[in-house]
């Protein structure tokens, strides 16, 4: 159990360098793993996987500082991420020194495990962490039972539960300085017809999750969803939108 402000002393350095494309080998090669440079000190990466025969993009976001990576979300699975720790040491040679999964759904904590065993701590809410062992998800090492914010060398990292949405668990990540809403599989892309996967959805809640997150972050310079494009901030009035739609 963790207090709800957690100060860990570590320095920021900004990096500046634009996308990367990495183990794209070949032009006939579908791409495995992509990196581009989002602002300040923040990246944004992809990694891949199917769904309904499918191949999509999932969005994660790290922070760069001198003592190393702050990790948002986690790959798919454990053979995604070796090749994203080793892109983040050879392009900013720095590990990564914490990461922050925004919910229990594969796509957010399926590198855990990895991590873990490289005794890189690892955060969920209490719920998450909860939801982890019921499903038999990788499970973190580390949980928290309130709304906490995560005060890294000059960065926080505020995580919010504004409510069920997506899954029961998921939250937002509020990264100040910046004005970065990682919204995670809670906000849907621009690009979006309809919402996806709602296995694990709350609907009649979902709605008011997102008015919530709407009124307590009203200017965000960038608003990252869990999947596809990141380019438009407007993610969150065009996800009401889409439940509107489909109720």
Same mark, same amino acid.
């Given at each position: 159990?963790?207090?709800?402000?957690?100060?860990?002393?570590?320095?920021?350095?900004?990096?500046s360098? =634009? !996308?990367?494309?990495?183990?794209?080998?070949?032009?006939?090669e579908?791409?495995?793993?992509?990196?581009?440079?989002?602002? /300040?000190? #923040?990246?944004? #990466?992809?990694?891949? =996987?199917?769904y309904?025969?499918?191949?999509?993009?999932?969005? /994660?976001l790290?922070?760069?500082?001198n *003592? @190393?990576?702050?990790l948002? *979300?986690?790959p798919? &699975?454990?053979?995604?991420?070796?090749?994203?720790? !080793?892109?983040?040491?050879i392009?900013?040679?720095?590990?990564?020194?914490?990461? $922050?999964?925004?919910?229990?759904?594969? *796509?957010?904590? @399926?590198?855990?495990?990895?991590l873990?065993? %490289?005794?890189?701590?690892?955060?969920t809410t209490?719920?998450t #962490?909860?939801l982890?062992?019921k499903? =038999?998800?990788?499970?973190?090492?580390?949980?928290?039972?309130? !709304?906490t914010?995560?005060?890294i060398?000059g960065h926080?990292?505020?995580?919010? +539960?504004? /409510?069920?949405g997506?899954?029961?668990?998921?939250?937002v990540?509020?990264c100040?300085?910046?004005?970065?809403? +990682? @919204?995670?599989?809670?906000?849907?892309?621009?690009?979006?017809?309809d %919402?996806?996967?709602?296995?694990?959805a709350?609907?009649?809640?979902?709605?008011?999750s997102?008015?919530?997150v709407?009124?307590?972050?009203?200017?965000?310079? #960038?608003? $990252?969803? /869990?999947? &596809?494009s990141?380019?438009?901030?407007?993610?969150?009035?065009?996800?009401?939108?889409?439940?509107?739609?489909?109720?």
């Amino acid at each position: 159990m963790l207090s709800r402000h957690l100060l860990i002393p570590l320095l920021i350095v900004i990096v500046s360098f =634009n !996308d990367i494309d990495v183990f794209a080998l070949k032009v006939s090669e579908p791409q495995k793993l992509k990196i581009t440079h989002l602002n /300040g000190a #923040y990246y944004l #990466y992809e990694t891949y =996987n199917y769904y309904k025969e499918f191949r999509i993009p999932a969005n /994660g976001l790290y922070c760069v500082t001198n *003592d @190393g990576v702050v990790l948002l *979300d986690s790959p798919w &699975d454990s053979t995604q991420i070796k090749p994203l720790l !080793d892109s983040i040491r050879i392009k900013h040679n720095q590990p990564v020194v914490l990461c $922050i999964a925004t919910h229990f759904h594969e *796509d957010r904590t @399926g590198s855990l495990n990895h991590l873990n065993a %490289l005794s890189i701590p690892t955060f969920t809410t209490k719920m998450t #962490y909860e939801l982890c062992i019921k499903n =038999n998800k990788p499970i973190p090492s580390h949980y928290f039972i309130s !709304d906490t914010t995560f005060l890294i060398s000059g960065h926080s990292f505020e995580v919010y +539960y504004p /409510g069920a949405g997506h899954t029961v668990d998921n939250v937002v990540v509020w990264c100040k300085e910046n004005k970065i809403l +990682y @919204g995670g599989c809670f906000v849907k892309s621009t690009v979006h017809t309809d %919402l996806g996967f709602i296995g694990d959805a709350n609907l009649s809640e979902w709605q008011h999750s997102i008015r919530k997150v709407m009124k307590k972050y009203p200017n965000p310079r #960038y608003v $990252i969803p /869990g999947h &596809d494009s990141w380019k438009s901030n407007k993610s969150l009035q065009h996800t009401l939108k889409l439940i509107r739609k489909h109720r």
